[in-house]
């Protein structure tokens, strides 16, 4: 009975290691690829979901794959977060031990692209700037706040200093997300006081339009991964998202600054 339960161990190990180790290494070939083509400069994270990958892997059917690479160079945004989130995605085992990923296919595809406070400050010279999601009630610039209007228009609040100017203090202002075709707009609207007013403006009056158009950002954001169209623009913390989906998407290799092309069937 002792060497039966021993043995039986011993088979559940080199399963599960077998397990691990399919499953590292066709993510790690996946990384290697998109890597490659994309031509970053590190290896992109790529995550497989689903039990028991082995089984998954004979037929060539994954419940999910998660890609993310950070720190992508553009020249729209200086340095991103490239996300895309497969779901029921076919890879032929033979393609793609043989080739690469040419023959990748998801039933529905979620890309996206993340752009940081802190880079998109740098690269548009306000290098202090910080963007908070503003609550629907607060902003009220475009009268009653309906979902459909704050799904178009989202609400964000900027803050930054301007030394250049003699403005130390933190300025903060209204604004709204508008995204018009592949163009996100961040239109700034006029200067926050807080809910009960307290907070003191200290732009000198003068410099009021000034500084007010200084929080004017448009980025044109061609394609999100694999080639879709941005669909949707929102706040996420001091981050701004830009997101697409797809369904029934055939998907070649990764390209530089929008993780690749793909296109519906």
Known sequence: MRKL????????????????GTAAYTEHRISRALRASAELSADPDVVIHGFPFLLQAARGEFHGI???????????????????????????PEAWYVRRTDALHARELEGRIVMHQIELGEFFDIPDLRITPLPTGVIDAFGTATPTTIARF??????????????TEAVNVEARLRLAGTQLHIDPLRYYTGRDGSWENPVPEELHEEVL???????????VPFGLAPAVAFPQGGRLVVEGSGENVSLELLKRNAFGEGGGQ
């Open 213 to 223: 158009r200084s929080f004017s950002i448009t980025i044109d954001v061609q394609e």
């Open 66 to 92: 998660e890609i993310r690479a950070d720190r992508v160079e553009t020249d729209i945004a200086g340095r991103v977060t490239i996300e895309a989130n497969l779901e029921d995605v076919t890879l032929e």
């Open 154 to 167: 989202r609400p964000v609040l900027l803050t930054a200093s301007f030394p250049d100017l003699g403005i």
């Open 5 to 20: 339960i021993i043995g039986s161990l011993g088979v559940v190990v080199v399963l599960v290691l077998a397990e691990l």
